[in-house]
């Protein structure tokens, strides 16, 4: 089982590889920790300055809020991995099999949960970016928008994970409505994200 605790260069090499696993989904929550780190590091060059002393206790919330965050994107890994495995062996079910649907369908479910918790998380840790433009230090304004920036790939590759898992479900009324909790948040993330993004590209200008 691939782990989080793997060097960059062991995740990476696994993830060129033609093994199953790590895929779209382990690396979108890789990007989305990394996205979200930056958010920590902007609070980090705040806390502790005279000019930012009267937001300095928001700061250090959003930065627990971000390291929690940070946590369970890193563990998204090797869950988005072990909810995969099943699936991967499920294809390979003859499909004459009269239980083949039944497995598949449990699995494709279960293939779906990560990215969707994925894609949540995400969105929460753009808004956190979003709160940190206003309250952190101006002078880590880039990380802000890189962080941000990260946070909402990683959001859409979450979303394209989980598309294409209820693209093949039996349970058309179940699958829809994964597929429109997963349009409305990136419809409504991605417009943020682009807009702290945006923000600070224009203070640059």
Partial sequence: MLTAQQTCQGFLDALASKAPTPGGGGASALVGAVGTALCTMVGNYTVGKKKYAQVEGEV???????????????????????????????????????????????????????????LRLCCEAIDLHREMLDKGSALMLSDVGTGVILC??????????????TKSMHDREYAETMNREVEQLVAQYQQMAQQVYDNVMGRFA
């Fill in 152 to 165: 909402q790939s990683a959001m859409q590759g979450a979303a394209l994970n989980v598309k294409v898992n």
């Fill in 60 to 118: 250090k919330a959003l930065m627990g809020r971000a390291e929690g965050l940070r946590e369970q994107l890193l563990a998204l890994i090797d869950e988005d991995a072990a909810a995969f495995e099943p699936l991967s062996k499920a294809y390979a079910i003859p499909k004459e099999d009269p239980g083949r649907e039944a497995v598949m369908e449990q699995c494709l479910r279960d293939a779906a949960a990560p990215p969707m918790k994925l």
